[in-house]
Nanobody
Framework: QVEVVESGGGLVEPGGSLRLSCAATDRYFSAYNMGWFRQAPGKEREFVAGITWAGDTTYYADAVKDRFTISRDNAENTMYLQMDGLKPEDTAVYYC?????????????????WGQGTQVTVSS
């Protein structure tokens, strides 16, 4: 099991920004690919962004490309999601996941690596 803890969500107006964090205590964090997902009310959980273990390759869903930026700090065992130009349709609970495969064409999240999520609400 890879334990992760998401934080940084909140209420923001359309066009605003938020930065989400995902912290992990696993000592192998730097060896894991990492990903962000989100789930809006009444919808299935969907892939948002992914980053390779070295941080040299990133992937984004079309809906967030050019607005969101995924990054990681392996020294701090933390991954980030910078969200700019937020839209009401970005409203969801955001989850991070570690140790799976996360690309914009397919993703295989690790079943034992979901955190509690962090709520993002975009509304005026």
């Amino acid at each position: 099991q890879v334990e992760v803890v998401e934080s940084g969500g909140g209420l923001v107006e359309p066009g605003g920004s938020l930065r989400l964090s995902c912290a992990a205590t696993d000592r192998y964090f730097s060896a894991y690919n990492m990903g962000w997902f989100r789930q809006a009310p009444g919808k299935e959980r969907e892939f948002v962004a992914g980053i390779t273990w070295a941080g040299d390759t990133t992937y984004y869903a079309d809906a967030v490309k050019d607005r969101f930026t995924i990054s990681r700090d392996n020294a701090e065992n933390t991954m980030y999601l910078q969200m700019d130009g937020l839209k009401p349709e970005d409203t969801a609970v955001y989850y991070c996941n570690a140790g799976g495969v996360y690309t914009n064409t397919y993703s295989y999240p690790r079943a034992d690596s979901w955190g509690q999520g962090t709520q993002v609400t975009v509304s005026s």
